[in-house]
């Protein structure tokens, strides 16, 4: 059974850190397309960070913290991080890993498989 289950959020002050974490189950990880997006109250889910499984670039951010934030992929605990540094109140969301389906950060629902969120409180 496919399962990702995302961890590490909660309340932080403007310009601290967080490293969200995706555990996968059912799938490699290494072998897949991972994605987080987020989505604001009052807001669409927007994507954050893609790692693809192959190309000379195999990550792409997007949004407001696209400068800050890094997606990275532990192989051998099948586990997807995502680090925000410099967090900024607007960075306050649900968090969703994402895997599979069409591989992209551009459309909103177009991964296949998605955790249930972690939820990221910021304040200024």
């Known amino acids: 059974q496919v399962e990702l289950v995302e961890s590490g959020g909660g309340s932080v002050q403007a310009g601290g850190s967080l490293r969200l974490s995706c555990a996968v189950s059912?799938?490699?990880?290494?072998?897949?397309?991972m994605a987080w997006f987020r989505q604001a109250p009052g807001k669409e889910r927007e994507g954050v960070a893609i790692h693809y499984r192959t190309g000379r670039q195999r990550t792409y951010y997007t949004g407001s913290a696209a400068g800050r934030s890094t997606i990275s992929l532990d192989n051998a605990n099948n586990t997807v991080y995502l680090q925000i540094n410099d967090l900024r109140p607007d960075d306050t969301a649900m968090y969703y890993c994402?895997?599979?389906?069409?591989?992209?950060?551009?459309?909103?629902?177009?991964?296949?498989?998605w955790g249930k969120g972690t939820l990221v409180a910021v304040s200024a």
């Open positions: 059912g799938f490699s990880v290494s072998n897949n397309c």
């Open positions: 994402a895997a599979g389906g069409r591989c992209t950060i551009a459309m909103n629902n177009a991964m296949e498989y």
